[in-house]
Nanobody, 123 residues
């Protein structure tokens, strides 16, 4: 069983930045792909970003492209989400996720989820 532990959420003003971190407790085939989803109040969970184990492949949702960047430190089994130029509509609980299949991950059908970290952007 792999555990994902997120950190870095908080309250920030619009235009500000935050960096989320997610550390996986183990390195397995089910952590080959890691990334982030988010869920705002009253809305469905949505994909934000994903990165492959090598870091050579990434995918960023159009809604955050140009503002958010995903990266990883494979030596630490940790993935990061750098969020810049934050907007009030970015307010959500952000969930780290990990899995072994790229297409499955993109639709949210993945192996492991973190507990979520709240990001609140004030206007």
């Amino acid at each position: 069983q792999v555990q994902l532990v997120e950190s870095g959420g908080g309250l920030v003003q619009a235009g500000g930045s935050l960096r989320l971190s997610c550390a996986a407790s183990a390195r397995t085939a089910s952590t080959n792909i890691m990334g982030w989803f988010r869920q705002a109040p009253g809305k469905e969970r949505e994909f934000v970003a994903v990165i492959s184990r090598s870091g050579g492949s990434t995918n960023i949702a159009d809604s955050v492209k140009g503002r958010f960047t995903i990266s990883k430190d494979d030596t630490k089994n940790t993935v990061y989400l750098q969020m810049n130029s934050l907007k009030p509509e970015d307010t959500a609980v952000y969930y780290c996720a990990a899995g072994g299949l790229w297409r499955q991950f993109l639709i949210g059908s993945t192996d492991y989820w973190g507990q979520g970290t709240q990001v609140t952007v004030s206007s």
